[in-house]
């Protein structure tokens, strides 16, 4: 298992994914910002026209609970895509690039080295999303933000931190796609496709039911208004992220690795 790890370690160490997926949460930091600088002051969101009426439409609040509650919505759908490409990107790799053979000649089991996979993907998320937290605190008190306070911060970033577990968890399915479509193609295919389908169930309002769905609404994107996902579908999210590495791992178990 150790070396499993390592070597995926240094994979992604001579790699330029994480330098990209992490320019992605800094920009989603950066526009969350921005939203509250422009409506921070609706005489300014007015003289910038077309930018200030699509800040207008993001229904957040200029203080610190809408700033908060708006970035674990960029966290939960943006990352989301983010999360998914990392997971393709592990696992598609090694038939894009024809690593996948050697990688099982080795004498580690292919259980490890789906475990150290997920758990790069795991430790890769968290940090992106702790970095979108991180600059999210950082912008919000360079833009003086009202409503600051303790229980405030450690709520919202609390929240920040659960819809991104929430949205990593659903990736692990692509997993599974990247390495049963032996490259990144039908993986890929497969991220739009359930992004779009989560757009179309929760306006549907059915969303608390399609995993996928349900890290959005967490984080509140259907506005105060609308009840969070319940039990049901926090669990459906557990259930989607534990059957994917599950059935990842079998997979990787019992096909025949012919190329």
């Given at each position: 298992m150790r070396e499993a790890l390592w070597a995926e370690l240094l994979k992604v160490r001579r790699s330029r994914l994480p330098?990209?997926?992490?320019?992605?949460?800094?920009?989603?930091?950066?526009?969350?910002?921005?939203?509250?600088?422009?409506l921070a002051d609706p005489a300014r969101a007015r003289a910038l026209g077309l930018l200030g009426d699509k800040a207008q439409l993001s229904g957040a609040s200029a203080d610190w609970p809408g700033y908060l509650a708006l970035l674990a919505q960029a966290g939960a759908v943006g990352g989301g895509g983010v999360y998914g490409l990392i997971a393709i990107w592990l696992f598609g790799r090694e038939f894009s690039d024809h690593t996948a053979t050697d990688l099982l000649a080795l004498p580690t089991s292919r259980t490890a080295i789906v475990t150290a996979k997920f758990a790069v993907a795991a430790v890769w998320a968290l940090l992106l999303a702790i970095l979108l937290a991180g600059l999210g605190l950082l912008i919000g008190a360079l833009l003086g933000l009202p409503a600051w306070s303790a229980p405030i911060a450690v709520a919202g970033v609390g929240r920040i931190l659960a819809a991104t577990a929430l949205?990593?968890?659903?990736?692990?399915?692509?997993?599974?796609?990247?390495?049963?479509?032996r490259g990144y193609l039908a993986a890929v295919g497969a991220l739009f496709g359930l992004m779009f389908c989560a757009q179309v169930?929760?306006?549907?309002g059915y969303g608390a039911y399609f995993p996928w769905s349900v890290p959005g609404l967490y984080a509140g994107i259907a506005g105060e208004n609308q009840d969070p996902p319940g039990l049901i579908g926090l669990l459906l999210v557990a259930a989607t992220g534990s059957a994917g590495g599950i059935t990842t791992a079998f997979w990787w178990n019992r096909a025949d690795h012919t190329r």
């Open positions: 330098w990209i997926t992490a320019l992605a949460f800094t920009l989603a930091a950066m526009v969350c910002g921005m939203f509250m600088f422009i949205a990593a968890l659903t990736t692990t399915p692509l997993a599974l796609t990247a390495s049963m479509g169930i929760a306006a549907l």
